[in-house]
């Protein structure tokens, strides 16, 4: 498995962006797939973008434009680029690095709150 430590959230008004990072304690060729995923006060955790061992990136459809996953394999980190946010998108945003069935990796989570 591999260690996963998210930063860059925090407090933003309506319309602004923020960049997310996730440092792995290892390569994170290591992994088949990472990803950001959020979970909202009284929900379920859900999908926000993955991005493939090969650079192929899939998008929550209702992100599509305003997020952006990318990936530096020298630097072990997994980024999250997020554009004219809104309250919605509050949430606690948490890193994965996938390879199941054999292993699955969580990071504790980074908290973005968007202000209207």
């Known amino acids: 498995q591999v260690q996963l430590v998210e930063s860059g959230g925090g407090l933003v008004q309506a319309g602004g962006s923020l960049r997310l990072s996730c440092a792995a304690s290892?390569?994170?060729?290591?992994?088949?797939?990472m990803g950001w995923y959020h979970q909202a006060p009284g929900k379920q955790r859900v999908l926000v973008a993955t991005i493939t061992r090969s650079g192929e990136r899939n998008y929550a459809d209702s992100l599509k434009g305003r997020f952006t996953i990318s990936r530096d394999n020298f630097k072990n980190t997994v980024y999250l680029q997020m554009s004219s946010l809104e309250p919605e998108d509050t949430a606690v945003y948490y890193c994965?690095?996938?390879?199941?069935?054999?292993?699955?990796?969580w990071g504790q989570g980074t908290q973005v709150t968007v202000s209207s």
């Open positions: 290892r390569s994170i060729l290591s992994a088949n797939v």
């Open positions: 994965n690095a996938d390879s199941r069935p054999i292993w699955s990796s």
